[in-house]
């Protein structure tokens, strides 16, 4: 009782503040101190133009747009967009009268590429009308950027002040360290003040600024504060009895030679011995190389360097550490993944639960993509009983509609998500959890729902914070991760990419389930997919890579290799495919 109660009152009842707080940003950090003149803001404007020019000039006429997860292309490509990423993470901090983050990064993709976003106030995806000014600011000639720099005040009745506070922070990518330090110029160059993170996983990033704008009532915004929140929280649900029933408090963990391998090594000293997790792909080969939570989830094998004995129970992060994807292999030998739909049930399921048992009337929901299995959306409904809405792809979409309920759960297939409480259900859960007129049952239920607050990184979806909340709930269940699994049984399925001209004519509604444009695709699609058992395919474009993405499932994995190449096949057809035309799946 005493120990939960030290948990709360460090870790606990801070969060019950959270959505309260985050309508009073933090204003005590942050006085927008006006430049005084016209004349001082000018000369301003006129040497960042000349830093920009000079140091960070735009090279080539090719454009370049703020997509589902920000700007993302080749790391040679991207100094001018950083530095100018710089200025207008400055411009958000002033107008939010707030801390924004600037997070350097392409995740999942190789190490060449590089990439960048901004983080807003909440610890949320930028809100979507900066993405245009984002992108207007990316594309501007040099010679323009004083000019646009002022439109961007102007129409968005921004003072130009001093104290604006960016946090900074990169992966490990090599050419992080110059591009942090465009960005830093750009902050700089418009009176703005920084904070350099340097390495850090994108979910950190996003955790600081959330504690920082929450006046801390997040959480204290560095990684001491970081760590020593989800371990504490995750040390005293698990207690002293580390195995339960099938569960054994051991796995194998592919950090993709990521951040996330870094950060878990530092986070295992926080751990001590309640959890042990072997590391591969730690950081002495290349980024995302055969390994990472991408390369497991598409290709549906196994990341390399890492041995997988039966039974063992594995996870891969992604570059970024924002995705996890979980898979072992069975007694037959086979490999079997558990994705982000997996994650979703599971969590789902369990917080449900523990509702129930603590008595608290509050509604759960689920969120998912397109990508879902149809066999996860089947089992929510059915098994579950949960509440599921389906989103289009991107996490801000997720993560919006997750705030919808009481309890949102949210994942993309790929492993990327996380939960989120409303302040109502944390109030409830808290005052549950302290009502000493309850049943025992109850207490304990609603006890360890707060403590599990505390274990999820509540601000966007993060690898490392998802790895203990599925740990909690085998732990709690006392499960194998054969176990987990046999929940429900995938439909096979198959992602394929196809080049096109211009990927942007393709055109969806219903949250990317139909195609609407080129105008016959749809129709194409419905009699493809009418020919296969448990058939459905639908296709988009990548808002992170120049491809149109196709996705299948069906009755067999053969059909799904089928379904998705005929599919893809078509819209090489109607949608100006270039190179070769798509080969069917190996
Ligand atoms: C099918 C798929 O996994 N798409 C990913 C990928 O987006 P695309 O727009 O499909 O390229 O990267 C996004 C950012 O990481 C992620 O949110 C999304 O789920
Ligand atoms: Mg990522």
Not at 104 to 131: C, F, Q, R, Y
Not at 207 to 218: G, I, P, S, W
Not at 325 to 352: E, H, M, P, S
Not at 448 to 466: E, K, P, Y
Request: proline fraction near 3%.
């Amino acid at each position: 009782m005493q120990s939960f109660f030290a948990v709360c009152s460090r870790f606990g009842i801070p969060s019950l503040f959270l959505t309260h707080l985050f309508t009073s940003l933090n204003s005590r950090s942050i006085i927008n101190r006006a430049v005084n003149s016209g004349a001082e803001m000018a000369d301003i404007f006129k040497k960042s133009q000349q830093l920009g020019t000079e140091k960070y000039p735009r090279k080539s006429e090719k454009w370049i747009q703020y997509g589902t997860s920000g700007f993302r292309t080749k790391a040679e490509e991207l100094a001018h967009v950083l530095y100018r990423m710089g200025i207008l993470a400055a411009f958000r901090s002033m107008q939010k009268n707030a801390v924004i983050g600037v997070m350097i990064t392409a995740s999942h993709n190789d190490e060449p590429d590089n990439g960048v976003k901004l983080v807003d106030p909440h610890g949320e995806m930028l809100e979507a009308s900066w993405e245009v000014i984002a992108t207007e600011l990316a594309n501007v000639k040099n010679e323009d950027l004083e000019s646009t720099m002022s439109n961007i005040l102007e129409n968005n009745k921004i003072v130009l002040g001093t104290n604006a506070m960016v946090y900074v922070g990169r992966d490990t990518r090599p050419s992080s360290p110059f591009l942090a330090q465009a960005v830093i110029d750009g902050i700089k160059s418009v009176q703005g003040c920084v904070t350099d993170f340097g390495v850090v996983s994108t979910p950190q990033l996003h955790y600081f600024v959330t504690c920082q704008n929450t006046e801390k009532a997040y959480g204290e915004p560095d990684e001491e504060g970081y760590f020593s929140k989800l371990s504490s929280a995750f040390k005293a649900l698990r207690g002293s009895n580390y195995d339960n029933g099938s569960y054994q408090h051991s796995l194998s963990l592919d950090g993709a030679n990521g951040v996330g391998a870094l950060k878990m090594k530092t986070f295992q000293e926080y751990l001590g011995n309640c959890i042990k997790v072997s590391i591969y792909n730690s950081g002495d080969g290349k980024l995302n190389y055969q390994c990472g939570a991408d390369h497991v989830k598409v290709l549906q094998k196994p990341p390399q360097n890492m041995p997988l004995e039966v039974g063992t129970r594995a996870a891969s992060l992604d570059g970024d550490a924002d995705r996890l994807v979980y898979f072992y292999r069975d007694t037959q030998g086979n490999f079997k993944l558990l994705d982000g739909d997996k994650i979703a049930t599971l969590v789902a399921g369990y917080i449900k639960k523990l509702i129930k048992e603590s008595g608290v009337n509050l509604n759960v929901g689920l969120v998912q993509t397109a990508y879902a299995n149809g066999s996860s959306t089947e089992y929510i409904n059915n098994t579950l009983g949960v509440e599921v809405a389906c989103v289009p792809t991107g996490v801000k979409f997720l993560h919006h509609r997750a705030l919808e309920f009481d309890v949102g759960v949210y994942f993309e297939a790929n492993g990327h998500g996380t939960v989120v409480f409303s302040s109502a259900a944390t109030e409830k859960i808290k005052n549950a959890a302290t009502d000493e007129s309850l049943p025992a049952e109850c207490i304990t239920a609603a006890k360890q729902l707060f403590l599990l607050m505390d274990v999820i990184n509540q601000t966007v979806g993060d690898a490392i914070s998802d790895l203990l909340l599925v740990e909690t709930v085998l732990h709690a269940f006392g499960w194998s991760v054969a176990e987990w699994d046999a929940a429900y049984t995938d439909l096979p399925n198959r992602q394929m990419k196809v080049s096109v001209a211009d990927r942007n004519v393709i055109q969806t509604t219903d949250a990317e389930r139909r195609c609407t444009d080129p105008p016959t695709l749809q129709t194409e699609i419905d009699s493809i997919v009418a020919k296969f058992s448990k058939g459905r395919s639908f296709v988009r474009p990548s808002g992170t890579e120049d491809v149109v993405r196709v996705y299948a499932e069906a009755d067999s994995q053969a059909n799904a290799d089928k379904l998705a190449h005929e599919v893809a096949l078509k819209v090489y057809e109607l949608a100006n495919g270039v190179g070769n035309a798509p080969l069917l799946p190996k």
